[in-house]
């Protein structure tokens, strides 16, 4: 048991930053979102972000607004390109006498092609004042009090993958050894599905 909770120790030592894929394609100011959940969120739609990371669509009835209706939807780019996180650090080891050889565990979303749509205000126009301007009362009021996101550009996966590493390849465990934690696994994802947006700033 000593032995699993020195490396469990030194594992929180080493652990690094992550560069989203979301980020590589989207820039600084985007949100990165699970591909595990399944979302296709709607650039110019209007969301409610609950804890736990829920997102819901509402004001629904405003995007039947004439002044909403003339938001429109641009694509952006589009790719064929293999995009990976990149989290810092998870080529290091970490040799301790009496326990295995350590390296970075790591969680990391795979996407493979990619497009990018934006949502285009007429005129120009900054899209959240322009939202505020021109939603309904109700639907001004909710996104005065906060907690909602109105969607500026999304990218959207055409295939997505989860990979997963732990931080030893052997453990011993009493008599004998549990083999092959440090070996990539990949878990498929969900195709179509959003992996970044980028908020309207208020």
């Known amino acids: 048991m000593r032995k699993v909770a020195c490396v469990v120790g030194v594992v929180v030592l080493v652990q690094g930053c992550t560069s989203y894929a979301a980020n590589q394609v989207l820039g600084t100011s985007a949100i ?8 296709r969120l ?4 209007i969301y409610r972000v609950k804890s736990g990371g829920m997102i819901t669509q509402v004001c629904q009835k405003d995007m039947e607004n004439r ?4 938001v429109g939807v641009v694509m952006g780019d589009e790719s064929d390109d293999t995009i990976t996180d990149r989290v810092v650090g998870e080529a290091i080891t970490l040799t301790v006498p009496g326990v295995p050889t350590i390296r970075m565990p790591y969680r990391k979303m795979r996407v493979q092609g990619y497009t990018v749509r934006e949502a285009k205000a007429p005129s120009g126009e900054d899209i959240y004042q322009y939202y505020m301007q021109n939603v309904g009362s109700t639907c001004r009021k909710m996104m005065s009090e906060g907690g ?10 055409k295939k997505s993958a989860q990979l997963l ?9 009493g008599p004998g050894t549990l083999g092959g934690l440090g070996t990539e696994q990949v878990i498929r994802g969900p195709s179509n ?6 908020p309207a700033e208020h």
């Not at 990165?32 to 979302?39: D, E, F």
């Not at 599905?193 to 980028?198: L, S």
Request: hydrophobic share 45%.
């Open 165 to 173: 590493k732990g931080p030893v390849d052997d453990l011993p465990l």
């Open 42 to 45: 709607e650039p110019k739609n």
């Open 67 to 70: 002044k909403i209706k003339a």
């Open 193 to 198: 599905v959003t992996f970044g947006i980028v």
């Open 148 to 157: 909602l996101i109105v969607v500026q550009s999304e990218a959207r996966a």
């Open 32 to 39: 990165p979102l699970s591909v595990t959940a399944g979302k």
